[in-house]
């Protein structure tokens, strides 16, 4: 067989790194080079240095190491018994690959995961050299993700975590159940204890000494994961459980969200289906209502389970939950207001502080940033009663999209 | 009227001192006719009619803003408005005089100088993003070389490029835009106007960055106006990989549907060999075996969200067995039990008691941690009746397995586990009950019920009971009691 040239190695790795929705570069340790002895900056916001036609930024070098795998997830384009094109990086190809591209500002550095070849050990293993000799040689001081493989050894992942920004390991699928049926080699236990391993070594990383000496870093950008949606019949509730669980157990920085989408070569047990990218969004939604809105993950989810595909999360709520509304946008706590539909942490906080100084009146909301299309009925001060419109029982068709007459052909 | 020319290079410094100087003699904002090099002047301060003799009542504190305003100006002043100058003018002067509080956005000369801002922001966050080197690396120069032409909206080379210095520290760049030139040599910074428009030479990389473009693509989600919204066209003239998205989102659906329309494949019949097997739980589980056993106990629901089972720990054989109600947050990441605030509390009262924990088995009535998640946290939560009978199980085999002289219940949910009695724990403690099956057990209290008492006295005295307690338990390992003493020895 003839040797793969490193433009064709990447096109077979870099497509089959393209499921994975991670892309976050930000947060972590602030490092640069202006020194004049390395290359590379990090910290602060992330930069989206692209954006493909899929609406997904471009920010990390996000490949794999290899497309090798042992492992027969259904679900997954790399399995062992797909027929797809195999290829394996070297360290040093990967190594230039993200020097060069971080040179020419292509990109924020390196997510790198890989297929499991031989062992969990031997994986994690070579992901960690390419990591190492990034930071050791190369003296690169730009981001690196490492997918970090649930069974390796403990060193491994505690070098994984001294040269990385940030670790992940998937959860892969919202329930046990599943992840047994479409990942047979995979076990949600193992995978939870990895994530309790990398939040318990993150704390160690920050407790500062009596002496003030700092212990070794480990991971400072912390960890997220991956979640596919619509692969198994799991709903938008325990998708929202399931998440809200691990980000207190494991103080993740992010879940991500990805919904099924088709591959090549697909499996017989899991037939293909076109994407389902609203119920991604609204997932998203969700989750952001979880995190900065003070929303407890068993109060966004309707009882059906799933969530309204056609109006946000935030207003769905709103609608069924009318006794709360309208909200005296002069007096309510922050809680409240931050649950009004239309007003954002950002709009609230401007609400707050302007309100130590005067009354706010209706005209003065666009200037703080609200969206008063939908706000208006869910609010009440001075220049504006919404009456009778929170009670009406058509308001949610303000808000739907109007009703479309299917194609009859 | 005063006119005030500002230099190209080094504009928003020019324009701070100007305004220090004009404000300490107080000319008023309509007073100043801004103008930028030799470009057009700012017209519409020029239409204004000037009063004949400035005012010169001002205010006694000397000029001074907040650092959020004097970062907000300084930014908006790289917006491509003509007018930014004096608007910033007038604006500084009517902070200083306490007309208006920073922040306020129902100021509509306030809100505009916030939303330009905003727009430089953006539009300086949108170079970073989109500057494209190629190297232009003479040959055996000890740094590398790069080169990039950049056309941004706003006059922003000077404050976006710095950025560029603390990245790429280890070379030199030149970055040309329309305007102004930022070139970085051997560490330094420094601009100049634009003298050559040329774009740089073409670079071999370019070939690799777009066939990564291309395949990390995805073809079955396509959503073009999530891309152009954060990508403008405006910006793809300069972007190597511009050039490959109208082929890419027209062969797009095709792409996808052929996907689709596949047919599975048959796996080959070395993928069998190559998937590992996981080991099989033992059929007969004993004390060494137990923790996978217990990581694989869905016996009921709570096994499902911990990370994992906490076996107990400690020697086969002990004479005492302590037994907790179940693992916390600590406990549930760490695997053992007892080790996380409550665990410290307890080692603590076993020094004092004498009692050395390496020499007790200590475990829990249930083995998972019961929680609900509250935004970054875990709260615990008590277990159930039905969740502490369905553990019980794995509690016998504990108690089977290391035949301990006395169990110690630690608080209400052990007690009940082990004696089969749910009685008012306070009542209880230091008494010593017995099992169904005649072991004895000492109930005492549990240490996270110390932690959670606020008053320190309350907190100090429970704290005396458990160190009773636990010498107590030395005491009756080391002496057992009587038959006639022992309630069930008869």
């Known amino acids: 067989m003839a040797q793969k040239t490193l433009q064709q190695k990447l096109a077979i790795l870099a497509d089959a790194a393209k499921y994975d929705a991670s892309c976050a570069s930000s947060g972590g340790e602030k490092r640069n080079s202006r020194d004049g002895k390395g290359l590379g900056s990090s910290g602060g916001s992330g930069i989206c240095h692209a954006y493909a036609p899929d609406g997904r930024c471009i920010s990390l070098l996000k490949i794999l190491m290899t497309n090798f ?38 990109i924020e550095g390196l997510f790198l995961s890989s297929g499991i070849i031989r062992s969990p050990d031997d994986t994690m293993a070579d992901m960690v050299r390419i990591a190492q000799t990034l930071r050791e040689r190369e003296n690169f001081r730009g981001y690196i993700h490492l997918k970090t493989i649930p069974d390796a050894a403990p060193e491994l992942i505690e070098a994984a975590g001294k040269w990385a920004d940030r670790l992940s390991i998937n959860v892969e699928l919202p329930t046990e159940q599943a992840l047994t049926t479409l990942a047979p080699e995979k076990s949600a236990q193992t995978i939870r204890r990895a994530m309790a391993d990398v939040r318990s070594r993150r704390e160690a990383s920050q407790d500062v000494s009596l002496r003030g000496k700092r212990p070794t870093r480990f991971a400072p950008a912390g960890q997220s994961t ?17 998440a809200s669980q691990l980000y207190g157990s494991y103080k993740l920085g992010r879940v991500y969200y990805s919904a099924f989408s088709p591959i090549p070569d697909s499996s017989r047990l899991l037939p293909l289906i076109r994407p389902p990218l609203m119920r991604e969004h609204r997932l998203y939604q969700a989750d952001w209502m979880m995190r900065f809105y003070g929303f407890s993950h068993d109060e966004i989810a309707p009882k059906s389970g ?92 303000r808000f739907a999209p109007p009703p479309e007459q299917l194609s009859l052909f | 009227m005063q006119q005030i020319q500002l230099p190209k290079i080094g ?31 700012d017209l519409f301060t020029e239409a204004a009619p000037a009063p004949a003799q400035p005012p ?44 208006i509080r920073w922040g306020d956005r129902s100021d509509p000369a306030l809100r505009r100088l916030l939303e330009q801002e905003k727009a430089v922001r953006r539009d300086i966050h949108k170079m970073h993003a989109f500057v494209r080197f190629r190297e232009v690396s003479p040959p055996g120069a000890a740094r590398r070389a790069f080169a990039a032409w950049f056309e941004p909206d706003h006059p922003i080379v000077e404050a976006a490029t710095p950025f560029f210095a603390k990245r790429f520290g280890d070379m030199d760049w030149v970055i040309a835009t329309p305007t102004l030139t930022a070139r970085f040599e051997d560490g330094a910074l420094t601009f100049q106007e634009t003298a050559d428009r040329a774009p740089p030479p073409d670079d071999t990389t370019e070939a690799l960055w777009c066939t990564y473009f291309s395949s990390i693509f995805n073809p079955a989600r396509l959503m073009v106006s999530a891309m152009t919204s954060e990508m403008p066209r405006k910006y793809w003239k300069n972007l190597p990989e511009a050039a490959l998205i109208p082929d890419l989102i027209r062969t797009a659906p095709t792409r996808a549907k052929a996907m689709q329309d596949a047919m599975p494949t048959i796996a080959s019949d070395h993928v069998a060999r190559l998937r590992p097997q996981r080991p099989a739980l033992a059929a007969d589980i004993g004390l060494a075996d137990l923790k996978p056993a217990l990581d694989a106990c869905r016996r009921c629901p709570i096994g499902a969200c911990a990370t994992q089972g906490v076996a107990g720990e400690g020697p086969r054989g002990a004479a005492l067995m302590i037994v907790g109600e179940q693992p916390g947050d600590s406990e549930d990441l760490a695997g053992r039990p007892l080790v996380g605030p409550a665990g410290q509390v307890f080692d603590r009262c076993a020094r004092s008691a004498g009692l050395d924990r390496s020499l007790c088995y200590i475990t829990n009535a249930v083995k998972h941690f019961k929680f609900t998640p509250r935004g970054k946290k875990r709260l615990h939560q008590r277990p159930n009746q039905g969740e502490v009978s369905a553990c019980k199980w794995w509690l016998d085999l504990e108690r089977r397995e290391v035949a301990p002289k006395l169990l110690v ?58 160190v009773q307690d636990l010498r107590r338990a030395r005491e009756l390992i080391a002496h057992p009691p009587d038959a006639q003493e022992h309630p069930t020895a008869r």
Request: aromatic content about 6%.
């Open chain 2, 409 to 466: 219940a630690l608080g209400a949910t052990a007690a009940g586990a082990l004696t089969g009695s749910d009685g008012h724990l306070l009542a209880r403690r230091g008494t010593v009950e017995t099992t169904a099956e005649g072991q004895p057990v000492l109930i005492t209290l549990h240490p996270s019920y110390i932690l959670r008492l606020p008053d320190p006295v309350a907190r100090a005295r429970a704290e005396d009971f458990l």
């Open chain 1, 226 to 242: 991956q979640m596919i949606v619509g692969a198994d019949s799991a709903t938008d509730g325990q998708i929202l459980g399931t």
């Open chain 2, 56 to 99: 010169s009542a001002r205010p006694s504190a000397p000029l001074t803003l907040s650092r959020d305003a004097l970062v907000a100006i300084e930014t908006a002043l790289c917006h491509s408005d003509p007018q930014r100058f004096a608007r910033a003018y007038a604006l500084v002067l009517r902070l200083w005089q306490g007309e």
């Open chain 1, 69 to 106: 795998c042992i492992y027969d997830c259904v679900y997954c384009v790399n399995r062992v018994s797909s027929h797809v094109q195999r290829a394996r990086f070297t360290v040093d190809e990967v190594v230039q690959l993200t020097v060069e591209f971080y040179r020419r500002n292509y």
């Open chain 1, 306 to 397: 799933m969530l309204d595909l056609a109006i946000d999360p935030k207003l769905a709520w709103a609608l069924a939950n009318r006794q709360h509304f309208p909200v005296d946008v002069n007096t309510a706590p922050k809680e409240m207001l931050l649950r009004v539909p239309g007003f954002g942490p950002r709009s609230v906080q401007r609400m707050l502080t302007a309100r130590k100084h005067r009354t706010l009146r209706y005209e003065d909301l666009v200037p703080l940033g609200c969206v008063l299309r939908s706000a208006r009925p869910f609010i009440s001060l001075p220049g504006w009663s919404p009456r009778g419109m929170v009670d009406d029982v058509n308001l949610r068709a």
């Open chain 2, 11 to 41: 504009t928003v410094a020019a324009w701070r001192s100007h305004v220090r100087r004009l404000a300490a003699a107080g000319t008023p904002a309509d007073h100043v006719l801004w103008q930028v090099g030799t470009e057009g002047t």
